[in-house]
C-alpha cells in the first residue's frame, strides 16, 4: 500500500497595491522580494498564488525555513457620506 502524503494548506496574508499604470502591484510581507503584478485584481490574485507557490517550493528545495504565517490586521476600504454643510 502506497503512503499518502497530505498537503498543510496555510493562508499568508497579501499587499495588494494598485499601479499608477493600471493593474496591481502584489507582495508578501512575510517573504521579502517575493512580489508579482496583474492587470486586474483577479489576475494578480492567480499571479500571487503562482509566485507564492513556487517560492515555497524553492524553499523547501534549497532546505530553507519556510515563514510561519505572522498574524497582520485586515485593511479594507469603508466607505461613508460626509455630512452637509
Known amino acids: 500500500m502506497a503512503k499518502q502524503h497530505s498537503q498543510k494548506i496555510i493562508e499568508y ?27 486586474t485584481f483577479e489576475e494578480a490574485r492567480q499571479m500571487a498564488k503562482e ?8 524553499l523547501q528545495a534549497t532546505k530553507q525555513i519556510i515563514p510561519r504565517k505572522t498574524r497582520r490586521p485586515i485593511i479594507d476600504e469603508v466607505t461613508v457620506a460626509l455630512p452637509s454643510r
Open 51 to 58: 509566485v507564492l507557490e513556487l517560492w515555497l517550493e524553492e
Open 13 to 39: 496574508p497579501a499587499l495588494f497595491d494598485p499601479a499608477s499604470e493600471g493593474g496591481y502591484d502584489v507582495s508578501f510581507p512575510d517573504f521579502p522580494g517575493c512580489v508579482t503584478f496583474g492587470k
